[in-house]
C-alpha cells in the first residue's frame, strides 16, 4: 500500500509565500508522476502542477510564474513553493501520485491541506 502524507498548509497573507510538503511511503513504482492538486469549495478538483521523474514539470495557467514543484526522488517527497499568493488561491490542496506498470494505472492521493490566502 502506498501513503502519502501532506503538510505546509495554514493560513498566509496575499502576496506572501507558503511551501507544500507531500511525503510518499510503500511500494512506490518509479518513474512516476508526483502532482498537487487543489480544490476550492464549490468547485471541482484541478491540477496545479505535476512533475514526471526526470521531467519536465507542468503548471495551470493560474500559477504559472508563481509555484514551483519539485521533487526529491531519494525522499519520495515533492514539493510545492507558492509565492505571490492570491486569495482565489485558497482551497485544499491534494498530493497525487501516480505511475503506469503493465497495463494498471494505480494513483494515490493524500489526505489534503488547507491553504487560506487572507486580503
Known amino acids: 500500500q502506498v501513503h502519502l502524507v501532506e503538510s505546509g498548509g495554514g493560513l498566509v497573507q496575499a502576496g506572501g509565500s507558503q511551501r507544500l510538503s507531500c511525503v510518499a511511503s510503500?511500494?512506490?513504482?518509479?518513474?512516476?508522476?508526483m502532482s498537487w492538486y487543489r480544490q476550492a469549495p464549490g468547485k471541482q478538483r484541478e491540477l496545479v502542477a505535476s512533475l514526471i521523474t526526470g521531467g519536465r514539470a507542468n503548471y495551470a495557467d493560474s500559477v504559472k510564474g508563481r509555484f514551483t514543484i519539485s521533487r526529491d526522488n531519494a525522499k519520495n517527497t515533492v514539493y510545492l513553493q507558492m509565492n505571490s499568493l492570491k486569495p482565489e488561491d485558497t482551497a485544499v490542496y491534494y498530493c497525487?501520485?501516480?505511475?503506469?506498470?503493465?497495463?494498471?494505472?494505480?494513483?494515490?492521493w493524500g489526505q489534503g491541506t488547507q491553504v487560506t490566502v487572507s486580503s
Open positions: 497525487n501520485l501516480r505511475w503506469v506498470l503493465f497495463g494498471l494505472r494505480p494513483e494515490y
Open positions: 510503500g511500494s512506490i513504482f518509479s518513474p512516476n508522476t
